[in-house]
């Protein structure tokens, strides 16, 4: 190759994240920093291989992007919030932190319980080396009180409870909201009593709307006349919801989340072409016209709307790390579809110094393990590489080690390198194809995405085939817009001061004149104001401070330079209209 590989993807990603604290490092630094290198690239010092840029582009990993640390520090007060946000926004890493802060809380309490609970099994060691992480940040040698927290997979609390009201446990199997559903027939709310102190619930998405009351009800108030008076941390990405649940409402809980509920508006996992492209696939396989997330995002500029080639595209907004473009390769049958998957692992490993660790192999077919078994593997003969599949547990990883998964499992997960075999297999009888299945196995990939598949004549395959590459054809047609993708981020960033009714407003403001957010100075170089933004409509110029005016004072010093004070939804005219 003559450009390195990922070198766009590693040089977009370093200046927004590497922030720590109010510290930047360049991402130049950032390269320098990094000494990792593959058991077979060792020998190489070379740039150019894929993976030494893997190696570096996983140094930046451990380091809080600015709205973690802003949510992570936030004050909790013991009352509901919900925190939603797009793959890879770092969900997990808040619900952490929210915990760590809860215990230290309700440290002086006795008897004290805290519960994290989570749909699946695969994620229980992630969520508790998250907590230990961020207890350990802050705590130093002080050990991490397990004592008093809880991690339960559902199923476990279902199995628990269901015999109380005379249902055998055996009966939850996988429909969770089902068997919820059951027992709050038999059991109302208000008769349940309450087992921990605080609650938090990771992947909502995937509970189902019963068993989110249900749970709801297990949380004891501490102000018995106020039914918001729980600590319920709840943890949701709608565009993940691999079940088919019903998106909640809240109220139906006695929750009140107004004013408690936080976007996570950045992704840092996937690449922007990995990201759209996984979008543009799901939207396409299943339209969001009545997708109340959906509608929000767009609100909040996070995606957004164009035309590409005469057709519907949508634009992501909440991630601008470049890289690679994915690929789809197909083939005529199964065993040419498996040898091909084990010829390029071999490639990634042999040739471009890629650690077999930093591969994963999302598939859903229950096919998949004999093919890779009987045709990948034989390909990588001598490489000392073994294939470890886990599904439904937390993960073992070792360097030598090719994981393959499902999309279910690795949910919470991410892999540098993500190769999809079997992709038309993303269907169910009765069902038709899988688009949220899909859209979380390819959006678990970090920098890499590799679709394979055979030639299949089924309805569905065949819708597959024809979005996946009516998607790639037009990922490819992307115009250079980063002037455009600058005043994106300013906009979300502004409106996160005035509010989201502004939106509308900020969107005029941004087509009338160039928006400043810059101080205001003078001449010789001295700040007269510091505007949440200023812009020059015609010949007047404005400073917009946000929903209030500044003081007299600076209102003063900005009529001497004939400079007009607004507020956030003012009427902008130019002088002479």
């Not at 840029?53 to 640390?69: G, N």
């Not at 909040?300 to 909440?318: C, K, P």
């Not at 660790?357 to 096919?367: A, E, K, R």
């Not at 439904?392 to 997960?413: C, D, M, Q, V």
């Amino acid at each position: 190759m003559e450009e390195p590989y990922l070198r766009p993807l590693i040089k977009h990603l370093a200046p927004r994240v590497l922030t720590k604290r109010g510290s930047k490092l360049t991402w130049e630094a950032a390269l320098v920093k990094a000494d990792y290198q593959s058991p077979v690239a060792r020998q190489y010092e070379s740039p150019f291989l894929l993976g030494n840029q893997l190696a570096k582009r996983k140094e930046l990993r451990p380091v809080l992007s600015q709205e973690q640390e802003r949510l992570c520090g936030l004050e909790l007060d013991g009352k509901p919030r919900l925190v939603r946000g797009v793959a890879g926004s770092g969900k997990t890493v808040v619900l952490a932190h929210w915990l760590m802060q809860t215990v230290q809380r309700l440290s002086s309490e006795s008897s004290v319980r805290i519960w994290a609970v989570f749909g699946n099994r695969s994620l229980q060691s992630l969520i508790g080396e998250s907590i230990v992480s961020a207890w350990e940040t802050a705590m130093d040698d002080k050990p991490f009180p397990w004592d008093r927290v809880e991690l339960h997979h559902i199923k476990e609390i279902l199995e628990i409870m269901l015999p109380e009201v005379g249902l055998p446990a055996e009966s939850v199997k996988f429909e969770y909201d089902i068997a919820a559903e059951a027992y709050l027939q038999r059991k109302p709310v208000s008769e349940i009593s309450p087992r921990c102190d605080a609650l938090f619930i990771d992947e909502a998405q995937d509970m189902g709307a019963n068993t989110l009351k249900l749970l709801s009800a297990l949380v004891r108030r501490t102000d018995m006349d106020n039914e918001n008076s729980r600590s319920i941390n709840i943890f949701y990405d709608n565009a993940q919801n691999i079940y088919g649940c019903s998106t909640p409402k809240w109220s139906d809980f006695g929750i009140d989340m107004r004013g408690r509920s936080t976007v996570m508006k950045e992704s840092f996992r996937s690449t922007r072409p990995i990201t759209e492209l996984a979008l543009n696939v799901l939207y396409q396989l299943k339209p969001p016209k009545a997708n109340a997330d959906h509608k929000e995002l767009a609100s909040l500029g996070l995606i957004e709307r164009s035309t590409r080639n005469g057709a519907d595209w949508w634009n992501v907004r909440f991630n601008q790390i470049d890289g690679p473009k994915p690929e789809f390769r197909r083939y005529a049958n199964l065993e040419q579809e498996f040898e091909a998957i084990g010829d390029y692992c071999r490639e990634l490993i042999e040739t471009q110094g890629v650690q077999p660790s930093d591969i994963c192999l999302i598939y859903n077919g229950s096919n998949i393990q004999y093919w890779l078994e009987t045709k990948s593997m034989p390909r990588l003969a001598g490489l000392g590489v073994e294939l470890s599949i886990q599904t439904n547990k937390p993960f073992e990883r070792k360097n030598n080690a090719l994981l393959a998964t499902t999309s279910h499992s690795f949910k919470g997960y991410d892999s540098e390198i993500v190769i999809i075999p079997g992709v038309d297999q993303y269907k169910a009888q009765g069902k038709g194809v899988l688009a949220n299945n899909l859209y979380v196995a390819m959006t678990r990939a970090r920098s890499v995405l590799t679709l394979f598949s055979q030639q299949m004549n089924d309805r569905d395959a065949q819708l597959l085939y024809e979005v996946i590459e009516r998607c790639l054809s037009r990922l490819s047609d992307t115009p250079e817009i980063e002037s455009e993708i600058s005043s994106q981020d300013d906009v979300v960033e502004i409106l996160d001061h005035i509010g989201i009714e502004h939106r509308m407003w900020l969107k005029e403001v941004f087509k009338k004149g160039k928006v400043s957010q810059e101080p205001l100075i003078d001449k010789a170089g001295q700040i007269i104001a510091e505007p949440l933004i200023s812009f020059l409509v015609g010949r007047q110029a404005y400073a917009c401070f946000g929903n209030q005016l500044p003081s007299q004072p600076v209102l003063q010093k900005l009529e001497e330079f004939k400079v007009k004070a607004i507020v956030a939804g003012q009427q902008i005219m130019a002088k002479g209209e």
